[in-house]
């Protein structure tokens, strides 16, 4: 493992998701504990920040957090970002740090949804929230300032799950058009039948027994008839996706889903890249103090991130 992460996993406590509840009360405290005084200085000034509502088609309204650069064109690149948390965890909050440097290194405005998480709201609520939230962005595109053919989305773990099935989802009903996909660490197979599956049972951050509590979750824990929509690997035809950019870490459980969807696209005939980082495990470019690792693995994600959306 890279020293400088093998030193601050020494120190991070696990978060058991067998009882949610608590899980959530635990996550939240090292979350505010997790991000010092300062850790924004470099980027806040450069980006404009307010929660808001989207209205949905189905009628209802979401909680969602929109970032714009301050120095901006009329009309700007956007990315539709989903949180991780194994479905169960997290909320605007937390990929913070990550969205206010996106969108001052990117100059892409971001609007970051607040779905609803499982068990109590399962599959497909939590991509219903997705899906109609990104089809909300994209009608409200001109009045949001966001030019509608540069439209990305893209997730960390969970949320990179959800950002794979917003677009296979928008492929399969012809909108809405999606430029790019961004999958960070995505958790995409419910089977767990991998190689990294089997062997990382015990690392860092998330591990295979949480994923088997957070597909439980998610999708139930009869998974007769899963639908591509609640786990992406299961999709049988890959073609005609959104470009992609697939990041995954050496000591993760969902590795190798990720390495196999990012191939299966390029087999479609899908641009993708797939980078996987050595020495590391689930989530660790959001480490802070950020190891070196970390921070070259954030400043090729706003690369690409700026390559994909630039006009």
Same mark, same amino acid.
């Given at each position: 493992m890279d020293p400088e992460l093998a030193a601050l996993a020494v120190s991070m406590p696990r978060i058991a998701i067998e009882d949610v509840v608590n899980a959530r009360e635990v996550y939240e405290g090292l979350r505010a504990s997790a991000t010092p005084a300062? %850790?924004?200085?470099?980027?806040?000034?450069?980006?404009?920040w307010a929660d808001d509502r989207l209205e949905l088609s189905d009628g209802r309204t979401i909680s969602c957090r929109i970032y714009r650069p301050v120095i901006r064109n009329a009309l700007s690149p956007a990315l539709v970002f989903f949180h991780g948390g194994?479905?169960?965890l997290g909320d605007l909050e937390q990929e913070h740090v990550r969205c206010v440097r996106y969108t001052a290194e990117v100059?892409?405005?971001?609007?970051?949804?607040?779905?609803r998480l499982a068990p109590e709201n399962p599959f497909p609520a939590p991509f219903d929230d997705c899906f109609l939230g990104t089809e909300a962005v994209f009608k409200q595109a001109t009045a949001l300032g966001i030019d509608q053919t540069r439209m990305a989305v893209g997730g960390s773990s969970a949320g990179a799950c959800l950002a794979a099935a917003v677009a296979l989802k928008a492929r399969d009903t012809?909108?809405?058009?999606? %430029?790019?996909?961004l999958l960070l660490f995505p958790a995409l197979d419910d089977r767990m039948t991998t190689a990294s599956m089997t062997r990382f049972v015990d690392v860092p951050v998330w591990d295979a027994r949480q994923c088997r509590l957070m597909w439980d979750y998610y999708l139930g824990t009869d998974r007769s008839d899963v639908s591509p929509y609640g786990a992406p690997a299961r999709a049988?035809?890959?073609?005609?996706?959104?470009a992609a950019y697939v990041l995954t870490a050496e000591s993760d459980a969902v590795r190798d889903e990720g390495l196999e969807y990012g191939l299966?696209?390029?087999q479609a005939g899908v641009p993708a890249e797939i980078h996987e980082f050595p020495g590391t495990f689930h989530g660790f470019d959001l480490m802070i103090p950020s190891p070196?690792?970390?921070l070259r693995a954030m400043a090729e994600e706003v690369a690409v991130l700026r390559a994909a959306l630039r006009p």
């Open positions: 300062g %850790a924004l200085d470099e980027w806040a000034p450069l980006v404009d194994g479905f169960v100059r892409c405005i971001i609007v970051s949804i607040d779905y012809r909108g809405p058009d999606i %430029a790019f996909q049988r035809d890959l073609s005609g996706l959104p299966r696209l390029m070196e690792i970390a």
